[in-house]
Structure formats: C-alpha cells, structure tokens
C-alpha cells in the first residue's frame, strides 16, 4: 500500500468534465482552481496493486489465481497480454464528507467538485500506473478497465478488492449493491504488454472514469472528448 501526496489537480481535466474544454472558462476557472485547492486539502490517496499471470479464456480472463474476471470486452482489451495488474485507489472518506456537505450547502460548488473528484483520482491512478511500470521496465500497459464497464461485472468489487486486501489496506470496500465506500475510489485491472508487443494507442476512456455512472456525456450519447 503506498500513501500519495497528491499536490495538484489538473484542471485542464475538471473543465473538460463540466464542458467548458477547449473553450473559453470565464468565472469557471477560478471557481475550479478554489475547489481543487479544497479537494487536495480534504483528500488523503491511497493505492494499491498485484500483478498476475493471466489466460485469456473463452469465459473471460483467468487469474493465475484461480479468480475470474468475466465477459469479452476485457478479454478482447487485454488480447495477446499473459500477465494483468489489478489496481485500487482511492481519495479516501474526507473527500466523500466533503462531498455531502457541499451537496447540502451549495450545489454548483458540488457539481465542481465532484469533476474535481474525478480528476484527482485519475491523476492517483495515473502516477500509480508509472510507480507500477518500473516493475515491468520495457513493458507498458494496456488503459485502465474497471468493473462495470462493458460486460466485465460491477458484482466481482468485493472479491477483487478482497485479493488486493484494500479492505485492511486502503479502507476500500464494496457495499452489498457493489458500490465502492469511500465513493471516490477507483478499481482497474491493466493488461501487461508483452516485451516487443506494439502498443496500441493508449487513449484515455470511460473504462475506469469516476464519473461513470452519473456522466451526462454519455446519458447523451457522447463522451467528454477524453476518448
Ligand atoms: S464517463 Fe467517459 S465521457 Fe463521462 S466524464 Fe468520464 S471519460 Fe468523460
């Protein structure tokens, strides 16, 4: 388990969550700088990770733990890789509290802060994965793809959370409905390219977003431009 001192959120990120990418922010910018400056003091990250062997079967993928992370889409994402990582991160419950209060209090603040949310743990996850490649020097990785997405799902949180011992390590559990406490939290599991294994390009996706389950991107049909 590592702790992270998390020092910055991009913000470059948050705007592009609330849809002003690209664009002109106005009165945003400093709104989202102050969150982010409330975010990074209330977050505590934490993360951890295991690396497997792995066998593509026609089931899913199959740990060489035994355990099986069902459905095609990561079978067909992690296509010619023989080990994974599975990955856990999260802001901890400050965050969550923080989150609620503002939600009472202040709802724009709110919509703000959960972009800044999102963008915070990707950034853990982001600096994570680099810590994790120095394990597999000349490897890389395939992008993040968590529970939930495609047919990969959300029901196997607390087994894959259980194999990382995030319970005891992290405090990152699975409520009975499989959704994960502290809220802003991410689990992921990256396929590990094999030496000489030409890498796809590694666009950022919805694969392991926060935003997920809420995003209006995708009640609309559309992604947020990060993929
Ligand atoms: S879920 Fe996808 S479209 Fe929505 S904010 Fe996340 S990456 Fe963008």
């Known amino acids: 388990m590592a702790v992270m001192d998390l020092d910055r959120v991009p913000i470059d990120e948050v705007l592009r969550y609330l849809g002003a990418g690209g664009k002109d922010p106005g009165p945003l910018l400093p709104l989202a700088e102050d969150c982010a400056r409330e975010l990074l003091a209330a977050a505590r990250p934490r993360w951890t990770w295991r690396g497997f062997g792995c066998e593509i079967a026609p089931e899913g993928v199959r740990l060489d733990c035994g355990f099986l992370l069902p459905g095609k889409d990561l079978a067909d994402h992690l296509s010619g890789c023989r080990e994974a990582v599975l990955l856990a ?110 890498a796809a390009p590694k666009a950022k996706s919805c694969g392991s977003c926060s935003l997920r389950g809420s995003c209006a991107y995708r009640r609309r049909g559309i992604t947020c431009g990060r993929e």
Do not use: M
């Open 89 to 198: 991160a999260t802001l901890s419950p400050g965050v969550d509290a923080l989150l609620r209060r503002t939600q009472l209090s202040d709802l724009s603040r709110s919509l703000v802060l959960e972009s800044c949310a999102a963008a915070a743990i990707e950034e853990v996850c982001d600096r994570a994965e680099a810590a994790i490649g120095e394990r597999y020097p000349g490897r890389g990785f395939t992008s993040r793809f968590s529970p939930g997405y495609g047919d990969l799902p959300v029901t196997i949180q607390g087994e894959f959370l259980a194999l990382l011992d995030a319970p005891r390590k992290l405090g990152l559990c699975a409520t009975a409905s499989s959704i994960l406490t502290p809220r802003k939290s991410v689990t992921a599991v990256l396929g590990v390219r094999e030496p000489g294994a030409k």
